[in-house]
């Protein structure tokens, strides 16, 4: 006689093993999708110019090392680098800030302007390396920043508007940065010493900052 309890416990088990077979193809398809979901998501995410300008300055500006390290000799990972963009301000600024363990004081003026400026010029020389020397340093930085902020596919019809390229330089902004070690800064109490420009300013024009306690 056939044990209908046993017959009950097979139909149970089978009915238990449907039901993870589904929910496991169930979970493959949702992981696919998402997958193909995410896929697309990402590569319909926009990426514009000016991310792609801010990226490439980014680098050309770490690339400057060397330059920097031909006036003072210290250590890349010493050296803070970076491009700081502002949406409010409208601005964007490249930042050298080089650590230096003497002078910054009022008496040390005219060295460390002169350290500061040469430092700013030997970047910006950098930068506009692969410009046409023979150029003036406004078209120099022009040529620069419209290659920055283009692409291959997407050459701007702006680069033959005179009051663009001025409104682009304007934009840009070098800033080299001599802050005191903090050994220095507690021993001496003084400040950073700073000069800023744009990659078309000319040498009399960079602006020295310069606070003394």
Same mark, same amino acid.
Request: hydrophobic content about 40%.
């Given at each position: 006689?056939?044990?209908?309890?046993?017959?009950?416990?097979?139909?149970?088990?089978?009915?238990?093993? !449907? =039901?993870?077979?589904?929910?496991?193809? *169930? $979970? /493959?398809?949702?992981? +696919?999708?998402?997958?193909?979901?995410? @896929?697309?998501?990402?590569?319909?995410?926009?990426?514009?110019?000016?991310?792609?300008?801010?990226?490439?300055?980014?680098?050309?500006?770490?690339?400057?090392?060397?330059?920097?390290?031909?006036?003072?000799?210290?250590?890349?990972?010493?050296?803070?680098?970076?491009?700081?963009?502002?949406?409010?301000?409208?601005?964007?600024?490249?930042?050298?800030?080089?650590?230096?363990?003497?002078?910054?004081?009022?008496?040390?003026?005219?060295?460390?302007?002169?350290?500061?400026? !040469? =430092?700013?010029?030997?970047?910006?020389? *950098? $930068? /506009?390396?692969?410009? +046409?020397?023979?150029?003036?340093?406004? @078209?120099?930085?022009?040529?620069?920043?419209?290659?920055?902020?283009?692409?291959?596919?997407?050459?701007?019809?702006?680069?033959?508007?005179?009051?663009?390229?001025?409104?682009?330089?304007?934009?840009?902004?070098?800033?080299?940065?001599?802050?005191?070690?903090?050994?220095?800064?507690?021993?001496?109490?003084?400040?950073?010493?700073?000069?800023?420009?744009?990659?078309?300013?000319?040498?009399?024009?960079?602006?020295?900052?310069?606070?003394?306690?």
């Amino acid at each position: 006689m056939i044990n209908i309890t046993n017959l009950l416990n097979l139909d149970m088990v089978k009915i238990l093993k !449907n =039901i993870l077979i589904f929910l496991t193809l *169930h $979970l /493959l398809i949702i992981s +696919n999708v998402f997958s193909q979901d995410m @896929t697309t998501l990402l590569r319909n995410q926009q990426l514009t110019v000016f991310d792609i300008g801010i990226f490439r300055l980014k680098e050309d500006l770490k690339s400057t090392y060397p330059a920097i390290k031909k006036h003072k000799d210290i250590p890349y990972e010493d050296i803070y680098i970076d491009v700081v963009s502002s949406f409010w301000k409208n601005t964007v600024d490249l930042i050298v800030s080089i650590p230096v363990n003497k002078n910054l004081k009022e008496e040390n003026y005219m060295s460390d302007s002169f350290k500061c400026r !040469n =430092i700013f010029n030997s970047v910006r020389d *950098h $930068l /506009l390396r692969n410009e +046409n020397l023979s150029n003036y340093r406004f @078209t120099m930085a022009t040529s620069y920043l419209t290659s920055i902020f283009s692409t291959p596919s997407n050459w701007p019809r702006w680069r033959y508007d005179q009051s663009a390229l001025e409104e682009l330089v304007n934009l840009v902004k070098l800033e080299v940065i001599l802050r005191p070690t903090t050994e220095l800064a507690f021993k001496e109490n003084v400040n950073p010493v700073s000069c800023k420009g744009g990659l078309e300013t000319e040498n009399e024009e960079i602006i020295i900052s310069m606070k003394y306690n």
